[in-house]
Every structure is written in C-alpha cells, then in structure tokens.
C-alpha cells in the first residue's frame, strides 16, 4: 500500500518554463512533507519542506504547495534549468508512532536546452 | 572530509554470503538510517539508529542487521545474501528528529547478489 504516490515516473520540461511536479498521499496523520532531489550515482538531497500549517512554502526558483483536503502536494520550478534535471523524490512524514519519513517513487525531470 | 561516506560503492557477491556495508558520518549526528532504494518503491526505511547501541526497525528488516558501537559509524550486514537484495543502498543521518531537521544521505552502495 503504497501512502506516498508519484504518478508521474518523468516529466520533460522546455529550459525556462515551469516544471510541475506533483505528489499525493493517503495517510492524513502525515503533518510534514520534504522534496528531494537526486542526481546519478549520489544520494538524494534535501531541497525543500513545508509543515502542514502552511499551504505554500517558497525558497528562490522552488515553491511547494500543499492542499491538505485533497491530500496533495506540488512542486514548481520556475524558471527551469537543465541543472534541475534530475528524480525528485517527495518525503511525508508523521509525528505520531514511529518515526520513519514515507518516500513516494520519484519522478524524473528533463529539462530540455 | 566532512559529510557522510558510504563504502564500498559497488559490491556483488553471490546468495548465501555475509555482506557486511558501511557508513561513516563526520557531523556527529545523533540519528542515522539506512534505506533501499528499489524501481516502483521509491526509498524505504530499513533500520534507524537514535544514538549509540540504539537501534529499532524500519519497514523492512527482515534480514538485515545493524549495530552502532560509535556514534559515527552505522554498519548494516545482511547475514545470509538472498537475490531479493539487490538494491541501492542509501545510509542518511539527522542532528535531531523534530520536523524542521532533514536528513543528509551518502551517496549509496549499488549491491548485486547473483
């Protein structure tokens, strides 16, 4: 059962649009929610996180949403780089029980020079 | 250098052996992690350690372990290696674990068992 989905295995996006990316979840204990970005042969790094507070989080070209009714989060790269290009893997996390973050399958984003 | 080193990168072995893969953080970070990385599954956790000599189970343990003598060092060993192994592994460490700490991942381990 997966809690944490990625419907969207790639994505490819032209060098200066918006890349959106989006993410779903299930479980409405999640309270915290993380991207990250992975490159070939690293591991994965954090980009950017937003609490369930809060519907939008903004940091420079990279800007989370969150729709707690629809369980649903995004993110928007604007403008698109093709340093950008990379799987972003969305992370949902619970305060309640055991600590663990949710890890969705990643989506891979081509940016196209 | 500082940061968090996986080693070794690459590693295959064959089904039945002790596998012994280690991570090593300069930070001193009280948490460290380890995850599988699998096509259609995403990272999944498989042991997490508190501090030293504090281990606990992640989603998927079984047949793993892991110990953690020194804050720095967190080995995971798969004691008997079964095909279904065969995965990237991804070890992550966090100061804290409040919502606002994320956690800082090496740059994996690929193992194949043949």
């Known amino acids: 059962d997966q809690q944490v989905k990625q419907n969207s295995p790639s994505l490819s996006v032209q060098e200066g649009r918006i890349s959106i990316l989006n993410c779903d979840y299930t479980?409405?204990?999640?309270?915290?929610f993380l991207w990250y970005k992975k490159y070939p042969a690293e591991g994965p790094t954090f980009l950017i996180s937003?609490?369930?507070?809060?519907d939008k989080n903004e940091d420079g070209r990279f800007t989370v949403f969150l729709n707690k009714s629809a369980k649903h989060l995004s993110l928007h790269i604007v403008p698109s780089q093709p340093g950008d290009s990379a799987v972003y893997f969305c992370?949902?996390?619970?305060?309640?029980?055991?600590?663990?973050?949710?890890f969705g399958t990643g989506t891979r984003l081509k940016v196209l020079a | 250098d500082a940061g968090i080193t996986q080693s070794p990168r690459y590693k295959i072995t064959e089904t039945g052996r002790q596998v012994t893969l280690m991570c090593h953080q300069t930070?001193?970070?009280?948490?460290m992690f380890w995850y599988r990385q699998d096509l259609g599954h995403g990272l999944r956790l498989i042991y997490y350690?508190?501090?030293?000599?504090?281990?606990d189970k992640g989603e998927v343990p079984d047949g793993y372990v892991v110990s953690r003598s020194k804050t720095e060092n967190f080995p995971l060993t798969l004691e008997s290696a079964t095909r279904s192994q065969t995965s990237v592994y991804f070890c992550?460490?966090?100061?804290?674990?409040?919502?606002?700490?994320?956690?800082?991942f090496g740059p994996g381990t690929r193992l194949t068992v043949l």
């Open positions: 992550a460490s966090s100061q804290r674990l409040t919502s606002t700490d994320t956690q800082y």
């Open positions: 479980n409405s204990m999640f309270d915290y």
């Open positions: 937003i609490s369930s507070i809060k």
């Open positions: 992370a949902a996390r619970s305060t309640s029980g055991t600590y663990k973050y949710i």
């Open positions: 930070w001193s970070h009280s948490y």
């Open positions: 350690s508190a501090a030293a000599d504090i281990t």
